[in-house]
């Protein structure tokens, strides 16, 4: 692995010195390892009948939400039964005992959504945790609720290939959909592409790097069936290159974002998520915003999926912005692990409101 | 009404001279007519048995999306049946004729609305229509599928106030939650509060002047059940004023948005949306965040909503970033009407694309 650094700057190995790039470069070998553990464990420990449940929604913030939007991705346009997700604290008043929660956060403390696990539980409604510990692990165990345990120690947005195989393990048994087998396709066409896939996520590290150096904030475009990876791109620019980056929903933008351009406020530089599942309607859409954006000056990349299948192409799409955000952070002298700010934000969170589930339930 | 031009600048009357602060002064009373004219027509035209639908998708873009948000921010905590948003050109499979679609698009000739309004027709999905004319009108009086007619000649984020009272007359019979009386509630408030929210809209938009001169890209952040007027600001500052403006949800972008603050792309200026539901958690996360703020010298506004229930104080905060929105393009020298580049996208794609429902349906 020391020959990657080595291509990316001489200081980047001693920068990264908690391995977040490894964490990535690992991604189709913990994509197949998640779905081996939780493929086999969600059969054994999801207890409720699959034709009894209406729906599911799946509830998480942050690093532990992105893998809901990529199944979501994946399935939106095949279940039969709706996959909804929950980025809030508050569970929408219709999810009633005939839907499933799954509620997902990879330490097992974020109030948000143990907030949510309560309300489902006060509810009646079946949930399946997923989490590496904390109080939901606790709780869950306590009050028999099924848990698919995440491995320990990982920082939560490297958890991606975890969580996203332990929900694609449930949603597979709601809806259906063989969608293991597909994420174990995708795995292994991500290994066979990783050598390209790397130089093409460290080639739009260069051209950010230099782009953020002359002061342009980073935006990034995406669209269904393409969502996820666009938005784990800004999130992930915004984490480990502490950058602010922003992400907008085509073609919804075009119906106001695009009024933007050529307006006093123009200082930014254009990333386009984009695959082969693109309609015409939406190819013209896209080709008109790259005129707008070429008219003002602003750089543009597209970023393309690879492999024969929508789940390769969106794994791939993760691996390569993951690949571009760390090498980024790297290219601009900054370790991508430690995030100061949300460190101390929970510190000032368990000193003010210090929530406790245990407290709540009473176990 | 000319005194209030005169308050905003010299050539303030001039610049505006297609009316937009008209519209946006008139919300009130627009809402009043709303709701007589639709609560009386929904009751007749809606053929479908409320107690037979499962759930309610509304489907729109732009200005003809953003009153789904509203009545979600309104609703979606009561409701118990669900009710989704959808802001793509396709519907989510599990749509079936089970439940209700209302398709939204006040020309009536937006494609993306009108290849859902297509699936749903296909999949024997009960449709009603919120359209001033357009196809969308000519293929529903062709299949005698219910429309509720918009007034003509309004730029569509300006019929804000129509579209949201003929949506919350099909969700009041499909919910049974009051929201008619709510919305007429909340539209006497606003009348009450007119002059103290226009005095507040405008004070914002001359510090968003300020901070958009020196620069600074606006940010709006919102949280649950205050979205929707965050994300009306954001759209009405890059369509009235033509800057840039960018939307988050709180609390998720304190889980990786926040990170940005610090780093070398900090040029903005934030405004908090907000209101009396804030509960504590809520109120800590909001607070450390402008602690952030406050280190890095960054601009910061809260803007509350007026009056007692919370139809009244969504409905006076949308007024509010409304006023903002347009002051401030007419304190940068806009004319807020024209959108040069949204009008030179339609003929763009009207000559490439040129999308017709009626020929797709045959009618």
Known sequence: MEEVYRLISPNARQLDNSGMLLHVLGMPRSILEGLEKYGEESGRILVYEPEKIKGVVVSGMG????????????????????ILLNRDAKLPSFVDKNYLLVTVSYSGNTEETLRVYLEGYRRGTPIVAITSGGEMAAVSDRLGVPLLRLPPNVPPRAAFPYITAALA????????????EELRQAAEDLEKSLEASLGEGVAVARLLRDDVKSGLTPLVYG??????????????MNENAKVHAFFGELPEANHNEIMGW??????FTVSIIRGREEPEYMRARIEFLEGVLKKNGVPLYNLYGEGGSRASELLSLV?????????????????????????????????????????????
Do not use: C, W
């Open 223 to 236: 669209y269904s069936p393409y969502l996820s990876p666009a938005y784990r791109f800004k999130t992930q």
């Open 262 to 267: 050529g307006g006093p406020l123009g200082r």
């Open 319 to 363: 691996f390569k912005v993951d690949v571009a955000s760390v090498v980024l952070a790297l290219l601009l002298g900054i370790d991508p692990t430690p995030v100061g700010t949300i460190t101390e934000l929970k510190g000032y969170l368990e000193s003010r409101v210090s929530y406790s589930l245990s407290r709540e339930i009473g176990v």
């Open 169 to 180: 393990s449930i949603l597979e048994i709601i809806t259906g959909v063989s969608v293991l």
């Open 63 to 82: 690093g532990s939400f992105i893998s809901g939007l990529f199944l979501y991705d994946l399935l939106s346009d095949r279940a039969s039964k709706p």
